[in-house]
């Protein structure tokens, strides 16, 4: 989506360090959401067998996962990743997630990736500059929210269902302003079409006096 510039204020925007390929997981220094990339073309014989074999269907459990997204009409963003471990590096900075990958095997293969996970971390700040944060640098990284002080900080259930052409992104959770402590409900969207933010925003709602 993006590599350090802003994008319009009217639309938020996202980057997340993820690939999926062959039944892979894995964090990588490259922004999304983007078009999933292939799996390798695998050599398959279908002699005595349907000429159209059945989706293939991959799982992994417990994948790391960073997600920078921002909201550049409120002007703040957020971090989806655990910031308070020990120990700050590339790895103690992401949640595990579940990821599905599901193909169809065909000449025109068509692919699906599902994520979701039920207790994710995130912090929320003023601004929306990310160079601090992304690309990862673990030096800049770490800095940042070692000494940048959060608006709000909690946890969130995640999900992210990647296809060929549309890219929906959802947290919901409940987090705590930094300034009193209150509590306050939190939900998330970005939805991504052809490279291009069609409806996303981050909203706060105060849970009670």
Known sequence: ????????????????????????????????????????????????????PSPIILRRDGLLLRVITVDATQGIMAIHGPIDNPVCNNTTTRDPVDAQQISTPSDAQGIRLLIQATDTHVEIYAGTDISPV??????????????????YQGTARYSVNLGSAMTSFRWEGDVTRTSDGAAFHYVERQDVANGNATSSFIRLEQSGP
């Open 1 to 52: 989506m993006f590599a350090n510039h802003r994008r319009p204020a009217s639309h938020a925007a996202i980057c997340a360090t993820l690939v999926f390929l062959a039944g892979v997981v894995s964090c990588v220094d490259n922004p999304l959401p983007s078009e999933p990339r292939q799996s390798p073309a695998i050599a398959l014989d279908f002699a005595n067998n349907p000429s159209s």
């Open 134 to 151: 992304f690309p990862f640098v673990q030096s800049t990284f770490c800095a940042f929210v070692a000494s940048t002080p959060t608006l």
